[in-house]
Each structure stands twice: as structure tokens, then as C-alpha cells.
T-cell receptor, first 112, second 114 residues
Framework: KAGVTQTPRYLIKTRGQQVTLSCSPI?????VSWYQQTPGQGLQFLFE???????NKGNFPGRFSGRQFSNSRSEMNVSTLELGDSALYLC???????????FGPGTRLTVL | GNSVTQMEGPVTLSEEAFLTINCTYT??????LFWYVQYPGEGLQLLLK?????DKGSNKGFEATYRKETTSFHLEKGSVQVSDSAVYFC?????????????FGEGTQLTVNP
């Protein structure tokens, strides 16, 4: 069974731009979560989707948004990029809410 | 709110040494507990898990026991190898009915020298 895939793997953007990251969960998994990883803040939860509904949201500004499609694929969007948004963005999927999560390789975003 | 505290790193050991990475947590209810490992340039891999008190998770020679009385989930391995060099994260979720939101510890960098 294929694992969680994330595209693109690397992105370079400039301040003020917006970016969309994509995540395809493991087949059959309906829960998708997103995390931001930075050296200073560690791993922080962004949001969780289950059956196209946002179930939980972390403490991030409204510039960070996401959605989930009927095939469970998910996207997250960051508008008006800031230098501090440079991070590794990780997507994880699980069969059911609360179950163990399986992570993708991440998207490395660099904001210049 | 929920929180996870890991022992400060980095940790440097010689091959075949015994490993302990301490992890304590604060949570309401009955959280599930996890250890994840991250190798350089990669995402997180689930190492082991425990979903209720006194459960022992184990995988690849690593073990951790869910201790509700001490709110701990310490990671141990009897004999580490160079290939175990990575960053280890302790984490929790609130439980099955409360979603999948993982709360992570700070991570512990482990380096094993030959």
C-alpha cells in the first residue's frame, strides 16, 4: 500500500506570495492532519480534517487554511507569506480519528 | 491543555549502550501515547504506541510502557546501533473520541558512535 505523499517536496517563495501544498493520504484513510515543523517551535498542529470537515484547528493565523476533498486528499494554503512561515510542512493520515497517524515526507517551504 | 515534556538532548552514546529517553505528559482523560522517529531529511515514522495504562509498546528493540500513575512513557532500548541515530519525539493524542491532534515533545537528538 502506498504511503502518504506530499507535493511538491520543495518550494521557494517570496514574502507576500501565497502557496498551496497537497497531500494524498494512504488509501482508505479518511483523517488528514497538517503540522508545521521549525527549529524554534518544534512540531505544531495546524488542522485536522475528517470526511471533508475541519475537526480541529491549531493556533495559527487565518492566513493558514486548508480543505479536504471527497477522495480524502487534502490541501493547505498559506496566503501573504512571511519569512517566519519557512518550515517543513508535514501531512499525516489515519484510518479513524484518534488512531495512529502515518506521516508523509513533508514539503520544505522557504520564504525569501 | 495537553503537553509533553522530553528529556533535554542531544544524547550521544556508543554502539551497544543502553538507551533511555524520558517522556512525561499532562493530559485530561485517557490519552494515547506514541514515539515517533525522524531520520535526516525525512518525515516522521511511528516507532511504537500505547493506548491505555500499563500497555507496553515495542518495535525494533525499542520499548515504552504507559505509566498513568507517573504520567510517563519513557523510551528504552537495550543495545543501540549506529543506525538508530535520529531525532525521537514523544507525542500524545487526546483519545479516540477527541480527534487525531498530536501534541509533541521537543524531540531528542540521538547520536550513536561506532
Amino acid at each position: 500500500k502506498a504511503g502518504v505523499t506530499q507535493t511538491p517536496r520543495y518550494l521557494i517563495k517570496t514574502r507576500g506570495q501565497q502557496v498551496t501544498l497537497s497531500c494524498s493520504p494512504i488509501s482508505g484513510h479518511r483523517s488528514v492532519s497538517w503540522y508545521q515543523q521549525t527549529p524554534g517551535q518544534g512540531l505544531q498542529f495546524l488542522f485536522e480534517y475528517f470526511s471533508e470537515t475541519q475537526r480541529n484547528k491549531g493556533n495559527f493565523p487565518g492566513r493558514f487554511s486548508g480543505r479536504q476533498f471527497s477522495n480524502s486528499r487534502s490541501e493547505m494554503n498559506v496566503s501573504t507569506l512571511e519569512l517566519g512561515d519557512s518550515a517543513l510542512y508535514l501531512c499525516a493520515s489515519s484510518l479513524r480519528a484518534g488512531d495512529e497517524q502515518f506521516f508523509g515526507p513533508g514539503t520544505r517551504l522557504t520564504v525569501l | 491543555g495537553n503537553s509533553v515534556t522530553q528529556m533535554e538532548g542531544p544524547v550521544t552514546l556508543s554502539e551497544e549502550a543502553f538507551l533511555t529517553i524520558n517522556c512525561t505528559y499532562t493530559a485530561t482523560g485517557y490519552p494515547s501515547l506514541f514515539w515517533y522517529v525522524q531520520y535526516p531529511g525525512e518525515g516522521l515514522q511511528l516507532l511504537l504506541k500505547a493506548t491505555k495504562a500499563d500497555d507496553k509498546g515495542s518495535n525494533k528493540g525499542f520499548e515504552a510502557t504507559y505509566r498513568k500513575e507517573t504520567t510517563s512513557f519513557h523510551l528504552e532500548k537495550g543495545s543501540v546501533q549506529v543506525s538508530d541515530s535520529a531525532v525521537y519525539f514523544c507525542a500524545l493524542t487526546p483519545g479516540e473520541t477527541s480527534g487525531s491532534r498530536l501534541t509533541f515533545g521537543e524531540g531528542t537528538q540521538l547520536t550513536v558512535n561506532p
